[in-house]
């Protein structure tokens, strides 16, 4: 089994920072791809941040510049930075990463519950 935990999400003003932590633990043997995606209400599910294998970083027009994805390889974590935030960046936050659990085995995609920022003042 693979768990993914979500953290670092909350309510804070405009012009705010926050700090968003996704952990996977359990049978892992490695992770590719990582990504952030949010969900506004009535809106689609986006893209925001992701990093690859090698560390290669990809951003959603909006946040360039704002926000800033990274990855723990000892740790199988992955961060998103957020600073400046926009009260259209309030959304439902989830990771999303590509998984192998074993050698020679596909990898599979894993999502967290997500974590709720709301940017308000």
């Known amino acids: 089994q693979v768990q993914l935990v979500e953290s670092g999400g909350g309510t804070v003003q405009p012009g705010g920072s926050l700090r968003l932590s996704c952990s996977a633990s359990?049978?892992?043997?490695?992770?590719?791809?990582m990504g952030w995606y949010r969900q506004a209400p009535g809106k689609q599910r986006e893209l925001v941040a992701g990093?690859?294998?090698?560390?290669?970083?990809n951003y959603l027009d909006s946040v360039k510049g704002r926000f800033f994805i990274s990855r723990d390889y000892a740790k199988n974590t992955m961060y998103l930075q957020m600073n400046s935030l926009k009260p259209e960046d309030t959304a439902v936050y989830y990771c999303?990463?590509?998984?192998?659990?074993?050698?020679?085995?596909?990898?599979?995609?894993?999502w967290g519950k997500g974590t709720l920022v709301t940017v308000s003042s």
């Open positions: 999303n990463l590509d998984i192998q659990k074993v050698v020679g085995a596909s990898s599979s995609s894993y």
């Open positions: 359990g049978s892992i043997f490695s992770i590719s791809a």
């Open positions: 990093i690859g294998s090698f560390g290669a970083t």
